[in-house]
């Protein structure tokens, strides 16, 4: 399965694939729709971008009470509109913060990798995002570790 | 061939059929009993405000279930099990012989003991019945009491108000929610509810309910009456366990099961909101009466069933409820005294969070935002990965102290996702729903 390869060395913090995320998820540019996220790390000094793993076990998927949640042809969890109740149980079960919730609609939603195109690759300049066939992986704990710890040191 | 016979389709008795199908390396017969047809309750909320078609509920049709080849029982009740000679025997008479069977029959709701607490006008929501029958009373405009102001009173909240419904929450205890949040939590969410125009009276003890010219009177014990259009009890619930009497069963609060789920007979598993599986967090047995414990007793019990080995940690006591668009989520030994207890409060959003510790492990969360914050969402995901992983947070803890709300960064930096990574319930990636393979 190809999968959304994180290298936070290469993020420049532009945000690109948060807006491309939302265009293609939402139609608008959006971010505060989007389902990948960048964030700080060691004050402003670097960014790293985050999003579902698509783990194996899909904790989302195995808790949804109506089977809202299923599996792609691209292997992406998506879940499934028409079915999801908004009960949110998602949000609390899936382990790394990975599922949204949209008050308006009243519909959990996550990375689908875009149908097996996912435009936050896409948009990426510097291919800090990239979508290749390997294992999916911890891709930013390294690196916000290296940070993290020369911060937390300084205190 | 193997007879399995499961007993409840509910959450957990579903979730294990379902895992038979998929584990099972050859064919085996299924039976399944069920007093009622196989429903998620807590999808009945949402039936309630109308935002879906009562079909919605049903986890399996007929025709699904033929298509797993299974034979079923429905408004059927087991009203007996004779473990020694692997019988079940249901409320008409008919007896069915199994090779192993799971105990699921969840749990029903109880009543306060007061007088007319089974009159007209006051209803349980716990079975789809009871939610049909409370969906057929209120209108817009109705003032409907809500006694009891627990977990489930408050997952069917929004509806009530969605449904143009007056409302007004009744608790015998001093606060709110008391098992699923401490005092800081409940008196947010108290103000939250006033704000939001629904009364609550907490200290308050009913002691009877009267019929008054088709409305009902609620009379306390002290404080002025209530009088009111419907009134709905959610007072508690007990494990439907009465027809076990005599069956060998060895039953604590629940049954008690190993970490297969398995009862103290070998053959008879016991999975939901009647088995006392191990919890996570404390590794002591537990009835957590939710339904991801009972989607994950039902898989592990599943697994065993249809002839794996499969063995499990334990499951997270977790939960999450929006109250008018506020989110209040608990994860794991949130009320544990012995915890270290770090906090962090911004009344004026509002915002709440409260972080346990064991050490340098998390042992349990609780985490109040507003549902269209991402970062609260994000959060509450974040906080149950660390509380489900145990993950040492040694380099974080004094930075956590003083910033409760600054989870997101000891996540990734904890390289919690590397421990999380490899962990699945059954050793094997997660089928999607609808993907069961029918009997082999
Ligand atoms: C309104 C409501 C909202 C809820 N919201 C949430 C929530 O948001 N989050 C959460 O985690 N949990 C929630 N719950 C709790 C959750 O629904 C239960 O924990 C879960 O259903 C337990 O699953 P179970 O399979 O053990 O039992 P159940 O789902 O109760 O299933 C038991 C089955 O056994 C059948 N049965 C009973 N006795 C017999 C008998 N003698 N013979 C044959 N069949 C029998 C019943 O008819 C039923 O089909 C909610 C519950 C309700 C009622
Ligand atoms: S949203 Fe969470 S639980 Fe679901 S597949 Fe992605 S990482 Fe796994
Ligand atoms: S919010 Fe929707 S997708 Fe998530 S568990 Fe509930 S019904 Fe399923």
């Known amino acids: ?97 990975t599922m949204f919730y949209d008050p308006d609609t009243r519909k959990a939603f996550k990375c689908n990798l875009c149908g097996g195109a996912p435009a936050c690759a896409d948009a990426c300049p510097t291919a800090a995002i990239t979508y290749e066939e390997v294992a999916t992986a911890d891709w930013i704990g390294d690196f916000a570790h290296e940070r993290a710890a020369r911060v937390l040191a300084a205190r | ?46 039936y309630l405000d109308r935002s879906i078609a009562e079909s919605h509920v049903f986890t399996a049709t007929a025709a699904v279930l033929a298509e797993w080849n299974v034979k079923t029982q429905l408004g059927r009740r087991a009203a007996a099990l004779d473990t020694r000679a692997g019988v079940c025997t249901l409320d008409d ?85 008391p098992r699923m949040i401490d005092p800081t939590g409940a008196e947010l969410v108290e103000g939250w509810l006033r704000r939001h125009g629904v009364a609550v009276r907490t200290g308050a003890a009913v002691t009877r309910i009267e019929d008054r010219g088709g409305r009902r009177r609620l009379r306390f014990k002290g404080g002025r009456d209530i009088l009111c259009d419907v009134v709905i009890m959610a007072t508690g619930i007990k494990t439907n366990l009465e027809w076990l009497a005599g069956s060998g069963l060895r039953v ?24 006392e599986g191990r919890d996570l ?9 939710i339904e991801p414990t009972a989607q994950e007793h039902g898989r592990v019990a599943g697994a ?25 989520a608990s994860f794991g030994a949130w009320d544990d005294p012995g915890a270290e207890a770090f906090t962090a409060v911004r009344r004026e959003r509002p915002a709440y969070r409260k972080l346990l510790w064991r050490g340098d492990r998390l042992t349990g969360a609780l985490i109040l935002g507003r ?56 050793g094997r990636a997660s089928k999607a729903p609808g993907t069961t393979p029918v009997a082999v």
């Open chain 2, 371 to 426: 549902s269209s914050d991402v970062w609260t969402t994000n959060d509450i995901g974040m906080l149950k990965g660390l509380v489900q992983s145990g993950n040492s947070l040694a380099a974080w803890k004094e930075h956590l102290r003083g910033n409760p709300f600054d989870v997101k960064p000891a996540f990734i930096a904890s390289r919690t996702t590397a421990t999380l990574l490899p962990l699945t319930l059954l």
């Open chain 1, 1 to 97: 399965m190809r999968v959304l390869k994180l290298t936070p060395d290469k993020c420049t913090g532009c945000l690109r694939c948060e807006l491309a995320c939302a265009y293609m998820q939402t139609g608008e540019f959006q971010p505060a729709k989007s389902v990948i996220r960048v964030s700080p790390f060691e004050g402003h000094t670097s960014y790293a971008p985050y999003t579902c793993t698509q783990c194996a076990e899909g904790w989302c998927m195995t808790a949804c009470p109506v089977g809202a949640i299923t599996i792609t042809a691209a292997g992406a969890k998506d879940v499934l509109d028409d079915k999801c109740v908004g009960c949110k149980l998602c949000t609390i079960a899936c382990p790394y913060g």
């Open chain 2, 252 to 275: 604590n609060r629940g049954i008690v099961v190993d970490e297969r789920l398995r009862s103290s007979v070998a053959n008879v598993y016991a999975a939901g909101d009647v088995a």
């Open chain 2, 1 to 46: 061939m193997t007879r399995h016979l499961v007993i409840g389709g509910g959450t957990a008795g579903m979730n294990a059929l379902r895992t038979i199908r998929e584990e099972e390396g050859e064919r085996s017969e299924i039976t399944l009993v069920s007093a009622e047809r196989p429903y998620s309750r807590m999808v009945l909320p949402y």
């Open chain 2, 281 to 289: 967090v404390t590794g002591e047995p537990a009835i957590h009466a």
């Open chain 2, 93 to 177: 008479g008919t007896k069915l012989a199994y090779d192993d069977c799971l105990v699921a029959t969840g749990s029903s709701a109880v009543r306060a003991p007061v007088p007319g607490a089974d009159g007209r006008g006051v209803h349980s929501f716990w079975t789809l019945d009871e939610a049909r029958g409370v969906l057929a009373h209120i209108a817009p405009g109705s003032h409907v009491v809500l006694i009891g102001a627990g977990f489930i009173a408050f997952t069917i909240l929004n509806s009530i108000l969605a449904l143009g419904a007056r409302l007004t929450i009744v608790e015998i205890a001093p606060r709110i929610l």
């Open chain 2, 304 to 328: 065993n069933m249809a002839g794996r080995d499969a063995t499990y940690r334990g499951s997270l006591s977790m939960n999450i409820v929006e109250v008018c668009h506020l989110d209040v």
